[in-house]
C-alpha cells in the first residue's frame, strides 16, 4: 500500500503525469475498440430481442453506458476538486477540468437516446421522471461548472470556485433524485420506472457490460489526450516543456 | 512586534511582480512602498494583510507567520485600501460603529465625534456617506483607522483625493502615532513631503 | 461574537429599508408576474386555483434569482467585503449575518404579502397557509443557496442570466418539494413529510453554506 | 447459427424500432467522435503554438 501511494507522489508532477499519460494512451485506445466491437455486435447481433421491447432494448447498449459515464465523470470530478480543494494539488483540478467537456457530452448523449428510447416505449418523448430530472440537472452542472471556469480570467481562483461549485452539485444531484423519485411514488405510484426489471439474459447483459467498460475505456484515453495538453498549456513557460518542444522539433 | 518579510514573491498575469523581497518593520518605524502603476505595491500590501496569499516567501509578525496567528493578527492590524469600506446608506458615525465592533473595539459615541470634528466633518456625520465627496469619505475612513489604535496601520494611497490641509494633518497623526510604538506601511507613488522621519524606510518597487 | 453578528445584521438591514428601490423592485417584480399570469388565466377559475401554487412558487424563485446578483455587488465596490474578511471573527459567522439579514429584506416582505397573492389567484386558505408554511421553510434554502451563487460569480462583472444556470440545480430540490407538499394537499393529506424535508434542506444549506461561501470569498479576495 | 440469423432478421425489420435505434446509435457515436476531434483539434493547435513559440 505505501508503495502504492509513494508511486503516487511520485506521478504527481505535472512533467511525469504528462508521460504517464502519454504511455498509457495506446493501450486505453486499443481495448476500447475491442470491447466497443464485440459490445456492438453481441448488442445488435447476438443478444435476442426483449420479450416485452421486441428489438426497442436494443438502445440500451448506448444509452446506459452513456448514462452511467456521465454520472461516474461527475462523481471523479468531485473526487478529484475534494483532493484539490483539501490538498491543493494543481494536477487534481487540471484532471477535473479535462475531463468536464467529456461529461457533458455523455450527458446530452444519454438525454437524447433516453428520450429516444422513451418515444416507443412510454409514448412520449419526455417524462419528468427521477432519472430524465437528475439527469438534465446534471447536464446544467457541467455546463455551470465549464461556464463558470471559463467565464473568470483568473485561473487559479476558477479553479477553486469550480470546485467548490463540483462539490456542491454532487450533494444536490442525489436529493434531487430522490425528491422526484418520492414525489412520484406518493402522488402516483410507482407505475413507470418498474417495468423491464427481471433477471437479465447472460447473452443480453456480456454485450452491455462490455459496451459499458469500451466507453470507460474510450473516455479514460481521451482523457489521456485532453490532460496531456491541459498540462502543456499550464506549463506553457516551463523549462521542461521548452526541453519537450526541442526534442519534437529535433526529430521533426 | 516586528513585522518581518522573507523572500516574499508574487506572481501576476504571467510574471513576476517582485522576487526576493526582504525586509522588516519594527515598532516607531514607517515603511513607504513606491513605484509605478502596476508595480505591486496593491498586491504587496494585500499580502502583508493576509487577504493574498503569496507565491513565495513569508510574513512573519513576532516569531510566527502572519497565516498561523491570524484571529491575534487582525486584532492588532488594520488596513485602508483603494476603496474605502464605507456603506454608502450608512452615516460616518454608523459606519465607524461598525467598523469598532467587528474589530473587537468599544464604541465612545464621543471619541467618535471628537475625531470627525478635527477633520471638519461633525457637521456630515449623522448623514448618509453617499452624500460625501469622494475625499470626504477617505477621511471619515482614516477617522476609523485613528480610533481603532492599532499598532501596525497598512495603507493603500492613503492620500488621494485628500486636499494639501488633510495631508499635513494626517500626516501629523502618522508621527504621533510612530511615537507611540506604532508601525504604518504606506504605499504611495508620492512622497511623503511634510514628514521628516529619520526612522522611515523606502522601498521601490519595478 | 452575537455582538458583532447583530451588528453585521442590523447595519445590513438599514442598507436595503433606506434605499426603497432596493427593497421594494423586487416585491413589484413579483407581483407583476403572478398578475400576469392571473390575468392570463383569469377566466378559468378552476384551472388557476391548479396551478396558482406553481405560478407562486416560481415567481418567488425568479425574484430570488434577479436579486442574487446584489447581495455582495456593493459591499464589493465598497470595500465592504476586504473588512469583514480582516475581521478577526469567522468569516462565515459574519456571511450568516449578512445572509440574515438578506433573507429578511428579500424573502419576508413577499411572504408578507402572500395572503393577498393567494386571494387574487383564488387560493383557499388552507392551502395559502401551507403555501406560506413551505415557502417559510424553503426560503433560507433559496436565500443560502443565492448566496453561494454570489459568491461563486463574485469577480464576474455581469452575471447575470450565467447565475440562472448556476443555480437552477440547486433550486430544483426546493421547487419539487414544495410544489409536491400543495400537490399533496390537493388529495387531502397533510404533506408532513415534504415539510420536513424542505426544513431539512433548510438547515442543511444554513449550516455547510456560509463556509463554502467564505472559502470562496476568501479565494476571491486573493485574486 | 441460426439463432444468429434469426436475430439478423429481426433487425432487418427491427420490428418497427429501426429509426429509433440508428437514431440513437449514430447520436452516440457522432457524440465520441465529436470529443475525439475536439480533443485532437486543441492538441495540435497547441503543439503548433508551442514550435512557434520556441
Given at each position: 500500500?505505501?508503495?502504492?501511494i509513494?508511486?503516487?507522489?511520485?506521478?504527481?508532477?505535472?512533467?511525469?503525469?504528462?508521460?504517464?499519460?502519454?504511455?498509457?494512451?495506446?493501450?486505453?485506445?486499443?481495448?476500447?475498440?475491442?470491447?466497443?466491437?464485440?459490445?456492438?455486435?453481441?448488442?445488435?447481433f447476438?443478444a435476442?430481442?426483449?420479450?416485452?421491447?421486441?428489438?426497442?432494448?436494443?438502445?440500451i447498449y448506448?444509452?446506459?453506458?452513456?448514462?452511467?459515464l456521465?454520472m461516474?465523470?461527475?462523481?471523479?470530478?468531485?473526487?478529484?476538486?475534494?483532493?484539490?480543494?483539501?490538498?491543493?494539488?494543481?494536477?487534481?483540478?487540471?484532471?477535473a477540468?479535462?475531463?468536464?467537456?467529456?461529461g457533458?457530452?455523455?450527458?446530452?448523449?444519454?438525454l437524447?437516446t433516453?428520450?429516444?428510447?422513451?418515444?416507443?416505449?412510454?409514448g412520449?418523448?419526455w417524462?419528468?421522471?427521477?432519472?430524465?430530472?437528475s439527469?438534465?440537472?446534471l447536464?446544467?452542472?457541467?455546463?455551470?461548472y465549464?461556464?463558470l471556469?471559463q467565464?473568470?480570467?483568473?485561473?487559479?481562483?476558477?479553479?477553486?470556485?469550480?470546485?467548490?461549485?463540483?462539490v456542491?452539485g454532487?450533494?444536490d444531484i442525489?436529493?434531487?433524485?430522490?425528491?422526484?423519485?418520492?414525489?412520484?411514488?406518493?402522488?402516483?405510484?410507482?407505475?413507470?420506472?418498474?417495468?423491464?426489471?427481471?433477471a437479465?439474459?447472460?447473452?443480453?447483459?456480456?454485450?452491455?457490460l462490455?459496451?459499458?467498460?469500451?466507453?470507460?475505456?474510450?473516455t479514460?484515453?481521451?482523457?489521456?489526450?485532453?490532460?496531456?495538453t491541459?498540462?502543456?498549456?499550464?506549463?506553457?513557460?516551463?523549462?521542461?516543456?521548452?526541453?519537450l518542444?526541442?526534442?519534437?522539433?529535433?526529430?521533426? | 512586534?516586528?513585522?518581518?518579510?522573507?523572500?516574499?514573491?508574487?506572481?501576476?498575469?504571467?510574471k513576476?511582480?517582485?522576487?526576493?523581497?526582504?525586509?522588516s518593520?519594527?515598532?516607531?518605524?514607517?515603511?513607504?512602498?513606491?513605484?509605478?502603476?502596476?508595480?505591486?505595491?496593491?498586491?504587496?500590501l494585500?499580502?502583508?494583510a493576509?487577504?493574498?496569499?503569496?507565491?513565495?516567501?513569508?510574513?512573519?509578525?513576532?516569531?510566527?507567520?502572519?497565516?498561523?496567528?491570524?484571529?491575534?493578527?487582525?486584532?492588532?492590524?488594520?488596513?485602508?485600501?483603494?476603496?474605502?469600506?464605507?456603506?454608502r446608506?450608512?452615516?460616518?458615525?454608523?459606519?465607524?460603529?461598525?467598523?469598532?465592533?467587528?474589530?473587537?473595539?468599544?464604541?465612545?459615541?464621543?471619541?467618535?465625534?471628537?475625531?470627525?470634528?478635527?477633520?471638519?466633518?461633525?457637521?456630515?456625520?449623522?448623514?448618509?456617506?453617499y452624500?460625501?465627496s469622494q475625499?470626504?469619505?477617505?477621511k471619515?475612513?482614516?477617522?476609523?483607522?485613528?480610533v481603532?489604535?492599532?499598532?501596525?496601520?497598512?495603507?493603500?494611497?492613503?492620500?488621494?483625493?485628500?486636499?494639501?490641509?488633510s495631508?499635513?494633518?494626517?500626516?501629523?497623526?502618522?508621527?504621533?502615532?510612530?511615537?507611540?510604538?506604532?508601525?504604518?506601511?504606506?504605499?504611495?507613488?508620492?512622497?511623503?513631503?511634510?514628514?521628516?522621519?529619520?526612522?522611515m524606510?523606502?522601498?521601490?518597487?519595478? | 461574537m452575537l455582538?458583532?453578528?447583530?451588528?453585521?445584521?442590523?447595519?445590513?438591514?438599514?442598507?436595503?429599508?433606506?434605499?426603497?428601490?432596493?427593497?421594494?423592485?423586487?416585491v413589484?417584480f413579483?407581483?407583476?408576474?403572478?398578475?400576469?399570469?392571473?390575468?392570463?388565466?383569469?377566466f378559468?377559475?378552476q384551472q388557476?386555483?391548479q396551478i396558482?401554487?406553481?405560478?407562486?412558487w416560481?415567481?418567488?424563485?425568479?425574484?430570488?434569482?434577479?436579486?442574487?446578483?446584489?447581495?455582495f455587488?456593493a459591499?464589493?465596490?465598497?470595500?465592504?467585503l476586504?473588512?469583514?474578511?480582516?475581521?478577526?471573527?469567522p468569516?462565515w459567522?459574519?456571511?450568516?449575518?449578512?445572509?440574515?439579514?438578506?433573507?429578511?429584506?428579500?424573502?419576508?416582505?413577499?411572504m408578507?404579502?402572500?395572503?393577498?397573492?393567494?386571494?387574487?389567484?383564488?387560493?383557499?386558505?388552507?392551502?395559502?397557509?401551507?403555501?406560506v408554511?413551505?415557502?417559510?421553510?424553503?426560503?433560507?434554502?433559496?436565500?443560502?443557496?443565492?448566496?453561494?451563487?454570489?459568491?461563486?460569480?463574485i469577480?464576474?462583472?455581469r452575471?447575470?442570466?450565467?447565475?440562472?444556470?448556476?443555480?437552477?440545480?440547486?433550486?430544483?430540490?426546493?421547487?419539487?418539494?414544495g410544489?409536491?407538499a400543495?400537490?399533496?394537499?390537493?388529495?387531502?393529506?397533510?404533506?408532513?413529510?415534504?415539510?420536513?424535508?424542505?426544513?431539512a434542506?433548510?438547515?442543511?444549506c444554513i449550516?455547510?453554506i456560509?463556509?463554502?461561501a467564505?472559502?470562496?470569498?476568501?479565494?476571491?479576495?486573493?485574486? | 447459427m441460426?439463432?444468429?440469423?434469426?436475430?439478423?432478421?429481426?433487425?432487418?425489420?427491427m420490428?418497427?424500432?429501426?429509426?429509433?435505434?440508428i437514431?440513437?446509435?449514430?447520436?452516440?457515436?457522432?457524440g465520441?467522435?465529436?470529443?475525439?476531434i475536439?480533443?485532437?483539434q486543441?492538441?495540435?493547435?497547441?503543439q503548433?503554438?508551442?514550435?512557434?513559440?520556441?
Open positions: 500500500m505505501s508503495h502504492f509513494q508511486y503516487l507522489i511520485h506521478l504527481g508532477t505535472p512533467r511525469r503525469f504528462y508521460h504517464f499519460c502519454g504511455k498509457l494512451f495506446p493501450w486505453f485506445m486499443g481495448f476500447s475498440f475491442i470491447a466497443m466491437a464485440y459490445g456492438l455486435i453481441g448488442g445488435l447476438l435476442p430481442a426483449d420479450y416485452q421491447q421486441g428489438d426497442g432494448f436494443r438502445i448506448v444509452h446506459v453506458p452513456c448514462a452511467f456521465s461516474f465523470i461527475y462523481m471523479t470530478m468531485v473526487i478529484f476538486s475534494t483532493i484539490f480543494l483539501i490538498w491543493r494539488i494543481k494536477l487534481a483540478d487540471l484532471i477540468y479535462s475531463i468536464a467537456p467529456v457533458a457530452v455523455f450527458t446530452l448523449c444519454a437524447l433516453g428520450s429516444i428510447w422513451g418515444k416507443p416505449m412510454w412520449t418523448w417524462i419528468w421522471d427521477a432519472r430524465l430530472t439527469e438534465l440537472i447536464l446544467f452542472l457541467y455546463l455551470g465549464l461556464g471556469y467565464a473568470i480570467t483568473e485561473k487559479k481562483l476558477a479553479a477553486r470556485m469550480c470546485a467548490i461549485l463540483a456542491v454532487a450533494i442525489p436529493i434531487i433524485h430522490y425528491s422526484v423519485y418520492w414525489w412520484n411514488t406518493l402522488h402516483q405510484g410507482a407505475t413507470i420506472s418498474q417495468w423491464g426489471k427481471p437479465i439474459d447472460m447473452t443480453m447483459l456480456k454485450p452491455l462490455s459496451m459499458i467498460t469500451g466507453f470507460a475505456l474510450y479514460m484515453a481521451i482523457s489521456c489526450i485532453r490532460i496531456r491541459e498540462i502543456l498549456q499550464r506549463d506553457f513557460k516551463l523549462k521542461w516543456v521548452n526541453v518542444v526541442k526534442k519534437i522539433n529535433e526529430r521533426h | 512586534m516586528i513585522l518581518n518579510v522573507k523572500r516574499l514573491a508574487c506572481y501576476k498575469g504571467n513576476y511582480l517582485f522576487r526576493d523581497l526582504n525586509f518593520v519594527s515598532p516607531g518605524q514607517l515603511l513607504l512602498i513606491q513605484g509605478q502603476n502596476g508595480s505591486g505595491k496593491s498586491s504587496l494585500k499580502i502583508l493576509g487577504l493574498s496569499v503569496p507565491e513565495k516567501g513569508k510574513v512573519y509578525w513576532g516569531s510566527d507567520t502572519i497565516w498561523k496567528q491570524r484571529d491575534k493578527y487582525c486584532n492588532q492590524m488594520s488596513f485602508l485600501g483603494h476603496k474605502e469600506g464605507m456603506k446608506n450608512l452615516t460616518p458615525i454608523e459606519n465607524i460603529r461598525d467598523l469598532l465592533i467587528m474589530a473587537e473595539l468599544p464604541t465612545h459615541e464621543e471619541k467618535m465625534k471628537q475625531i470627525l470634528a478635527a477633520v471638519q466633518l461633525q457637521a456630515h456625520a449623522h448623514y448618509p456617506c452624500q460625501l475625499g470626504q469619505r477617505r471619515v475612513a482614516l477617522c476609523a483607522l485613528l481603532k489604535q492599532k499598532p501596525l496601520w497598512l495603507l493603500d494611497e492613503p492620500f488621494t483625493a485628500l486636499d494639501k490641509e495631508i499635513y494633518h494626517l500626516q501629523q497623526r502618522f508621527i504621533e502615532h510612530l511615537r507611540q510604538n506604532g508601525m504604518i506601511v504606506i504605499a504611495s507613488h508620492t512622497a511623503l513631503d511634510f514628514i521628516d522621519l529619520n526612522d524606510i523606502t522601498i521601490v518597487l519595478g | 455582538k458583532v453578528f447583530c451588528r453585521c445584521f442590523f447595519s445590513d438591514l438599514y442598507v436595503v429599508f433606506r434605499s426603497t428601490r432596493e427593497w421594494l423592485s423586487p413589484l413579483f407581483m407583476i408576474f403572478v398578475a400576469l399570469f392571473g390575468i392570463g388565466l383569469g378559468d377559475g388557476l386555483i396558482s401554487p406553481m405560478i407562486i416560481v415567481a418567488f424563485l425568479l425574484t430570488s434569482l434577479f436579486t442574487t446578483e446584489s447581495i455587488r459591499d464589493l465596490e465598497e470595500g465592504i476586504e473588512q469583514l474578511a480582516l475581521s478577526p471573527y468569516l459567522w459574519l456571511l450568516l449575518a449578512k445572509s440574515f439579514a438578506f433573507w429578511i429584506a428579500s424573502s419576508l416582505p413577499l408578507l404579502l402572500m395572503p393577498f397573492v393567494g386571494i387574487m389567484m383564488q387560493l383557499p386558505v388552507k392551502e395559502i397557509i401551507l403555501l408554511v413551505t415557502l417559510f421553510l424553503g426560503s433560507p434554502a433559496i436565500t443560502m443557496v443565492g448566496v453561494l451563487g454570489a459568491t461563486l460569480t469577480t464576474l462583472p452575471s447575470g442570466i450565467f447565475l440562472g444556470i448556476l443555480l437552477l440545480p440547486l433550486y430544483v430540490p426546493i421547487l419539487i418539494l410544489q409536491s400543495i400537490i399533496n394537499l390537493f388529495s387531502q393529506t397533510l404533506p408532513l413529510f415534504q415539510i420536513a424535508l424542505l426544513g434542506i433548510s438547515l442543511l449550516t455547510l456560509p463556509h463554502a467564505a472559502a470562496a470569498l476568501k479565494t476571491a479576495m486573493n485574486e | 441460426k439463432g444468429i440469423k434469426d436475430n439478423m432478421m429481426s433487425i432487418d425489420g420490428g418497427g424500432y429501426g429509426s429509433y435505434i437514431a440513437s446509435y449514430s447520436i452516440v457515436f457522432l465520441l467522435a465529436l470529443i475525439w475536439r480533443s485532437i486543441k492538441a495540435k493547435r497547441l503548433i503554438e508551442l514550435r512557434e513559440e520556441k
